[in-house]
């Protein structure tokens, strides 16, 4: 699965040496060229390539599209936006202004031909058409946060947000429209990682609808042989190839506990308190050390930046542990750092011994070797004291909000809603503490109280509940969607011993599990429609009860990807489920990624709302039975390696995994 990031990488790379094999001589000079990207595209790019890395591939500069640019007429440009009309405008525009010697058009996703004879007519117009050397669809519409993390846009996200998935007034052509940006995103992220997925999905929900158009683009794909993105070096297994990835999709309306979740890893804290995204925190400063004078105005507070990247081998070590072990781990680093330095410090002492005596001459010589191999390895040295300094600026203000907020103290408490085991202490007592936390953490932990509880509580109860949460100035307009949801969730699950159980660590019972490696049906399995675009007929036909024969393709790597929005609680919770079934790969991806205040700020617009999931998907027949049982959950326990049996021909024979 690691080849997600790395066939990205060499995506891009190749895009920035003009769609040619980058070259393998490093000693060979690059062709110094501009980039020129539209935030989509800078999006794609920041998580993956440095500064340095992109003057390495001979990138003098990087600009925006719609900035003011001025002319470089003998330097080559390669644009890398998105095929809008605003920016085929622009680019048009571009060409009109001679800006460039030449122009190589490189678009995110691909570009209908409309636009195209619109680029044309101007280069045309602009005695331009030599100028412009290539035209590339790069299908590279996603954005790679991790080896095994992805999401589908940054910029515009609220376009396939979880509230306009989930507005009550949402016309059915605007749900289709959602539909088809998400479609067009996973299609591409399947086209880089160079494979044709196995698809399941729960049935009536915004999953079952993409899980469709996703089936239905990607078979119309592999229809065309000749034109087929998936026929290149990377399918020459031909159409049963073997390794497929099980591509498992997912609805955010399942589990509304966990974005909700106080949580207590480093990167999802830093998730939830800091300003991060795209693998950067930024963080305000403190005001100087020396105070203002009496009557000026006080100094504004500047904000730092901070790349957490792959390079970072404390962060990759470090991303996914408790924050207590975090902070000692911190603490390590930096007395071993400091022990170096000391020695450092000794041995340039030492040198500075001359003519004392034969004692110290004697060290000297004795010293000069150790000398210069600290010396050479100062560079190291100053790297690692930067991310020292790095992860003990964001730690200590991680541990503030901790706190100050008594974060830990909801984290437990949480923890035991989820997992239904005693609470030592009331959740009025919380509520009503003043020092424990902001109004919405409060508001937060009662969301996490009512969606997990057996029984919603009684009328009376519920008054007291918002009356104290009112006192603690909290916002209650959230808790009239949730109580609707919650009311649907209970109606469409009733009866099933899985209802809201598990919300927490998004892993199914064991004996699910066990159940589902040793490819046994039930009934929460069946509830999943299986998809095979690569079966010349219809995929659901291939749920037959038959003896398996001919072909096995092995699921060793899947995908759970998450409609409607997701966060770092669920990706680490993947990541330790995977590190625990040796030899299973997982990637997690979600439509848009969001923190709780984000995440509360979209359920605060659905106040109003009534739920419509009939009303937009009545024109596709889509049975609500089964709704939500366990979404993520199951989709990790369907994510185990186990084998799909196929027969070659006539009939087929799947079994659920």
């Known amino acids: 699965m690691a080849t997600l990031i790395r066939n990205k990488h060499s995506a891009l790379k190749r895009m920035l040496n003009f769609n040619a094999p980058p070259l393998k001589n490093a000693a060979a000079e690059p062709v110094w060229k501009v980039l020129i990207y539209d935030r989509f595209g800078q999006d794609i790019i920041s998580p993956l390539l440095g500064v340095k890395e992109l003057r390495d591939m001979g990138i003098t500069l990087h600009l925006l599209l719609h900035s003011d640019r001025d002319p470089i ?80 846009c940054h910029q515009n996200k609220e376009l396939i947000s979880y509230h306009a998935i989930n507005r009550a007034d949402i016309l059915d052509t605007d749900m289709e429209a959602i539909m088809d940006t998400i479609v067009d995103s996973l299609f591409c992220f399947f086209v880089t990682l160079g494979a044709v997925p196995i698809i399941r999905c729960p049935r009536g929900n915004a999953a079952e609808m993409v899980a469709v158009k996703l089936d239905k683009k990607l078979r119309e794909n592999l229809r065309d042989a000749r034109n087929s993105l998936f026929t290149g070096d990377n399918m020459t ?34 998730h939830d308190v800091l300003d991060f995204h795209l693998n950067r925190v930024m963080m305000e400063e403190g005001q100087g050390a020396e105070p203002s004078p009496a009557g000026a105005r006080p100094k504004k507070k500047s904000r730092k930046t901070y790349d957490l990247t792959a390079a970072d081998k404390f962060w990759q070590k470090h991303k996914g542990s408790p924050f207590p072990e975090v902070a000692e781990s911190v603490q390590e680093e930096l007395d071993t750092y400091r022990a170096q330095e000391d020695e450092v410090k000794r041995l340039k002492s030492i040198m500075g011994l001359e003519g004392e005596d034969e004692g110290a001459i004697s060290m000297l010589s004795d010293n000069t070797a150790k000398l210069t191999s600290a010396v050479s390895s100062l560079p190291e040295l100053l790297e690692k004291k930067r991310l020292i300094d790095l992860h003990t600026n964001v730690a200590t203000a991680v541990l503030d909000h901790i706190k100050s907020r008594k974060l830990d103290v909801y984290f437990e408490y949480e923890e035991k809603l989820m997992s239904k085991s005693t609470l030592d202490k009331s959740l009025l007592d919380i509520i009503s503490d003043p020092d424990a936390g902001t109004p919405e953490d409060k508001m937060r932990l009662f969301l996490i109280y009512y969606i997990t509880a057996q029984q919603a509580p009684s009328e009376a109860d ?93 699921v060793l790597q899947a995908i ?24 299973k790969k997982v990637l997690y991806g979600c439509s848009e990624l969001f923190n709780a205040a984000q995440f509360i700020k979209q359920v605060r617009k659905q106040d109003t709302c009534k739920l419509s999931r009939q009303h937009r998907t009545k024109n596709m027949n889509f049975n609500e039975s089964g709704q939500f049982n366990l979404l993520v959950a199951l989709c990790v326990c369907v994510c185990v390696c186990v084998c799909v049996c196929l027969k070659q021909a006539g009939n087929y024979l799947f079994y659920d995994l």
Request: net charge negative; glycine share 4%.
């Open 73 to 152: 007429p003998d330097v080559p440009a390669i644009y890398f936006v998105m095929p809008t009309e605003e920016n085929i405008d622009r680019i048009c525009q571009d060409l009109r202004n001679q800006l460039y010697e030449s122009y190589y058009l490189n678009f995110i996703s691909a570009i209908s031909r409309s636009k195209l004879e619109d680029i044309a007519s101007a280069a045309l117009a602009a005695n331009a058409v030599t100028q412009v050397t290539k035209v590339y669809d790069q299908y590279l519409n996603f954005i790679t946060l991790e080896d095994d993390m992805f999401i589908l």
């Open 237 to 270: 297994a031909g159409q049963f190839s073997f390794q497929r990835p099980l591509f498992v999709l997912a609805d955010r309306n399942l589990d509304l506990a966990t974005p909700l979740h106080h949580t207590w890893t480093y990167q999802a804290l830093i």
């Open 462 to 554: 519920l008054e007291q509940y918002k009356k104290a949460l009112q006192d603690a100035g909290c916002d209650l307009s959230p808790l009239n969607y949730i109580k609707q949801w919650n009311l649907f969730s209970r109606v469409m699950n009733t009866g099933s011993q899985f209802v809201m159980e598990g919300v927490k660590n998004l892993v199914l019972k064991q004996h699910v599990s066990d159940k589902q490696q040793r490819s046994e049906r039930t009934s929460e399995t069946d509830d999943y429609r299986y998809f095979d675009p690569k079966m010349l007929r219809g995929s659901e036909s291939l749920c037959v009860t038959m003896s398996c024969d001919d072909v096995v393709v092995f």
């Open 560 to 583: 759970v990807f998450v409609v409607g929005g997701g966060n770092y609680i669920e990706y680490q919770n993947l990541v330790d489920y995977a590190k625990s079934k040796q030899g």
